[in-house]
């Protein structure tokens, strides 16, 4: 329960209230003040149209102007490539010393490795790019570190810490026990 609170009669100042009156004539001021400034619409610049453009990369579509389209396409040779896929493509031009037209050509076919097997088959993509990471990091092939080797640990190895299999086992047995 809340305490029991005695209010004091103290008067709080509070703002008055606006009548309706007083904000439609604020409301016909500001309009008036608006419409008293010409707008010099040859000044403006043409609104261009948005359409959809798709990505020539990984497929996806963004609304672009023309404008926006001509100036990627003028920066990645012909090809019209999504703001995520310029950031790769960045990225990839940094790490092969400054090749951007190399490193389009790499981006462009992991993409094009991901949309025909890594959509379809997510599981085989997973497979592929562990196999190649385990390719490109240790170079032989790994092998599984078990406490039975006796000829000690291996270089470039995968290390497994502890089986999972009991904490499965300790799951199946207390729900078990629970029905």
Known sequence: MAPNVETNNATVNKPPRLSMEGLQRTISDISF???????????LPPISEVEDANCECCGMSEECTPEYINQVREKFSGKLVCGLCAEAIKEETEKNGGKREEALNEHMSACVRFNRLGRTHPVLYQAEAMRELLKKSSGIRAKS???????????????????????????IDDRTMVN
């Open 33 to 43: 003040e608006l419409s008293k400034e010409a707008i010099d619409t040859e000044q």
């Open 145 to 171: 570190m078990s406490p039975r080797d006796k000829t000690g640990p291996k270089k470039g190895g995968i290390e497994r810490s502890s089986s999972c299999m009991s904490a499965i086992a300790k799951g």
